[in-house]
């Protein structure tokens, strides 16, 4: 089994920025891949970023390109969402997830991730 706990989340005005942290326990770390996915109230959980064992390959959502980074620290059993220039649009709870299987294919299905965290909201005001 694998606990996955996520902080850092909380309320910013448009325009800052926030950055999550999501600390994983139970599996030797550098053998997941992992992702960010989110989900607003009355929407479907969509993917936004993931990354690869070595950290040495990553993906995002287009509308988060260029704002968002995913990174991981293999010493610390961490991956890390940094998130600069928030719009409201990007309000959501933030989950973590980790899969135990490659990082392709498959990398923004939810399915294919087998451990969530319990997620961290993230409110940007206008």
């Known amino acids: 089994q694998v606990q996955l706990v996520e902080s850092g989340g909380g309320l910013v005005q448009a325009g800052n920025s926030l950055r999550l942290s999501c600390a994983a326990s139970g599996r030797t770390f550098s053998s997941l891949a992992m992702g960010w996915f989110r989900q607003a109230p009355g929407k479907e959980r969509e993917f936004v970023a993931a990354?690869?064992?070595?950290?040495?390959?990553?993906r995002y959502r287009d509308s988060v390109k260029g704002r968002f980074a995913i990174s991981r620290d293999n010493a610390k059993n961490t991956v890390y969402l940094q998130m600069n220039s928030l719009k409201p649009e990007d309000t959501a709870a933030y989950y973590c997830?980790?899969?135990?299987?490659?990082?392709?294919?498959?990398?923004?299905?939810?399915?294919?991730?087998?451990?969530w965290g319990q997620g961290t909201q993230v409110t940007v005001s206008s």
């Open positions: 990354i690869s064992r070595s950290g040495g390959s990553t």
């Open positions: 997830a980790a899969r135990t299987t490659s990082f392709y294919p498959g990398t923004s299905d939810p399915s294919k991730y087998d451990y």
